[in-house]
Each structure stands twice: as C-alpha cells, then as structure tokens.
C-alpha cells in the first residue's frame, strides 16, 4: 500500500512508519516540523519506499500519487507545546484535519484521526469508555487541545456519514517509548530526564492522581489492527492498568536501584485526577490489549533518552 502520515516526524508518526516500511508498505511522511523532529525519521530517508513532505497541513495538501491510507497524527501533543502554539494546534485540529479529510476523500483512502483520552477532559468517570462524553473546560489551559481533538472527531463522523469516507478515531491513552521529546513536559520525559540528571522528580499536587502507561509498540499494532479492521466509532487504545504517580515512582526507583528524591508543586488547572481506558472494544473488536510491561518499557526508554541527554 501507499501510506500518507501526517506528523510523521513526531514521536508516535515516526513509530508508525517505521511499522509500515518494515511491512514493506510505501510512506510518505508529512510534517511541518514544529514540534516533530527530523531525527526520527533519519534512518528512514535512504530508504527509496520512504517520502518526506514538509508541509503544514494546516494548508491545502496536494499529492499526486494514489494513496491507501492516510493517518492523521499532524499536531502539538503536550501540554507544554500546546501551551506555546494554542493557535496552532486549534488550526491544525480544524483545518489540518478538514484538507486531510478532504485528500483521502479526493483518494478513495481510508483514513484514522489520531484523536486523545484528553477528549474525555478531568472525568467523572473511570476508567472511562467510548461511550462517555467527557468533562471539559473549552477555556481552559488546556482546551486548545481538547476542543481542537473533539472537533477533530466531530468533522471525522460528519465526512464518514455524509460522504461514506472509510474512517477510524483512536482515543490514544499516555504513550511513551524511545524518541519521546526530551522537553516533552509529561510525567515519564519529564522524571527519567530528572533521574538521569539526579535532579529531584517534581510531583504535582500530592501525587495521588492516576495515571496509565502504554508502551508505543502497543499502541502502533493497536493502531495497525484497527486500520485492517471495519470499525468506525471511537475507539480507546491505552493501557487499562491505573497508577497512582507515586506509585510510577516506586516503579521508576526499583528500575535504577536507588531512592529518588521528590519536590511537590501545586496540580496544574485542570489536570485530570484519574485517568484510565476502557479497553472492552478494542479487546472484542480487535483481540488486543498491550503485552510490554511498565518495567521493560521503562528500561528502553531510559535507556533512549540516556544516548540522547
């Protein structure tokens, strides 16, 4: 096939890649590079099956070539980046996500938003299914994201009803992996940088807030099945095991083999306080749920951001 990622260069896009070149599919990478990192997709430019495309989807797309599917992971992803491009991540949630959908609709492809837990905002319920509609402020610190990824789904339902476009939402849960940004600002970037440097791990509020982890392989084979399957309503990928932070600290000092010093800052505004997927429909619909374990995913994280730092 021929595969179109938008936001290709970023952490998950260029995971996606690499999953689609190794099955010997062609890729074309499209980003604007605001918050991706050519880095990522380095090893990949020799490889003649392999296309990059700096552009902003923001702005109308044009490629020739037939295209099979098209992935659209084009936008900032944490809280940090889109705190500094609110704009951005608005029009790329709107705009960028309207010309995608209006590209594989030109293109008879079939096409998935990379849509967010963040849907769901702080929930009142949890863990929460597909089917809750969520808790969010729309003005808030973080409802550039929010609102730009509801909307995201909204126009995704809208092209797949009217148009009988072949659609896909995933609601991605806390993902980490090798080539996450160093500044990333979430939890996992932000405590192993603190344990690699030997700075004190910073917990917000006082660490009672839940949280799930899943291991970027997981996700991308989650994301590949529901791609090969015919479901068409959102679906949660994430890890359904919930943690207390500070029991992710526990984990993390059990991995270097030593106590690591904390320091306590207040919770962030609208920091959600449980967050946890219900993986029941990807669990019937796809037969997946994640296999690599807190520990063994930390230990190759760790070690990527150590011969990065």
């Not at 995608?100 to 702080?122: I, Q």
């Not at 409802?143 to 995201?152: L, N, S, T």
């Not at 080539?179 to 700075?199: A, C, W």
């Amino acid at each position: 096939m021929r595969i179109v990622v938008t936001g290709g260069s970023g952490f998950i896009g260029s995971h996606l890649c690499e999953r689609f070149l190794s099955d010997r599919h062609d890729v074309v990478c499209v980003d604007n590079l605001l918050t991706g990192d050519r880095k990522n997709i380095e090893p990949f430019l020799a490889n003649p099956r392999f296309r990059f495309v700096e552009h902003d989807v923001s702005k109308p797309i044009h490629l020739d070539d037939r295209i099979d599917w098209i992935l659209h992971f084009a936008s900032p992803a944490s809280p940090v980046d889109y705190a500094r491009l609110p704009i951005q991540t608005l029009k790329v949630g709107a705009l960028g996500t309207h010309n995608s959908l209006g590209l594989a609709k030109a293109c008879g492809a079939r096409f998935l938003l990379a849509s967010t837990s963040e849907v769901y905002g702080d929930p009142l319920v949890s863990p929460q299914p597909e089917t809750y509609w969520g808790n969010v402020n729309p003005i808030g610190p973080r409802g550039v994201y929010d609102e730009a990824k509801r909307f995201a789904e909204a126009i995704t339902m809208a092209y797949h009803t009217v148009h009988g476009l072949n659609t896909r939402i995933v609601r991605i849960f806390n993902t980490y992996g090798p080539r996450m940004k160093l500044s990333d600002g979430r939890l996992i970037p932000n405590m192993l940088v603190q344990t690699l440097r030997n700075e004190p791990l910073t917990v917000y509020g006082d660490g009672s807030q839940t949280r799930s982890f899943c291991f970027v392989s997981d996700l991308v084979d989650g994301i590949v099945r529901l791609m090969e399957s015919g479901h068409h309503d959102p679906m949660n990928l994430g890890n359904p095991e919930e943690r207390t932070i500070l029991d992710f600290i526990k984990a993390l000092e059990e991995i270097v083999g030593r106590p690591l010093p904390t320091v306590n800052r207040p919770l962030p505004t609208d920091d959600p306080k449980v967050r946890c997927p219900n993986i029941a429909r990807a669990r019937s619909t796809l037969g997946w749920e994640p296999r690599v374990s807190l520990r063994d995913g930390l230990r190759r994280t760790l070690d990527d951001f150590r011969s990065r730092l």
